[in-house]
């Protein structure tokens, strides 16, 4: 199966649970925007079986780990996962808890001014948040 070398990589065993996992979030034509919670609900939706909320929690965190998923922090309690891993930017919906891709050259040039000794800028992603 094709998830195989990915779970290994990720230091996973392949188990069927966690070859669910995989399909959901990487056969798909689209990339998408997720909560652990989120991701519960439709593994049970499209493959119809109940996997475990910490194996759901392990196997997303092991992937984000090895950059195959990246971490939208929101708040303080509350934290997303994108399938996409490019560098870019995101709306948030406050109403609808959705976050939203926002196109790179939708985002003027931003100036960091400050600089932290010994350390330079991997990336730059704003996150805007939406209210009605």
Same mark, same amino acid.
């Given at each position: 199966m094709k998830y195989i070398d990915k779970l290994r990589n990720s230091g996973?065993?392949?188990t069927k649970q966690r070859l669910q996992i995989c399909k959901v979030l990487f056969d798909t034509k689209k990339t998408f925007h997720f #909560?652990? $919670?989120?991701?519960?609900?439709?593994?049970?939706?499209?493959?119809?079986?109940? +996997?475990?909320?910490?194996?759901?929690? $392990?196997?997303?965190h092991a992937f984000e780990k090895k950059g195959y998923l990246k971490q939208i922090p929101i $708040?303080?309690?509350e934290?997303?996962?994108? #399938?996409? +891993?490019?560098?870019?930017?995101h709306f948030y919906d406050l109403k609808e808890e959705r976050l939203i891709d926002l196109e790179n050259s939708d985002v003027g040039p +931003?100036?960091?001014?400050?600089k932290i000794n010994g350390k330079k800028i991997k990336s730059v992603e704003v996150l805007v948040k939406l209210e009605d």
């Open positions: 996973l065993r392949p #909560t652990i $919670n989120d991701l519960a609900k439709k593994i049970k939706k499209q493959i119809n079986d109940n +996997i475990s909320l910490a194996t759901i929690y $392990n196997t997303i $708040n303080s309690n934290t997303y996962f994108d #399938t996409n +891993i490019s560098d870019h930017h +931003i100036n960091i001014k400050k």
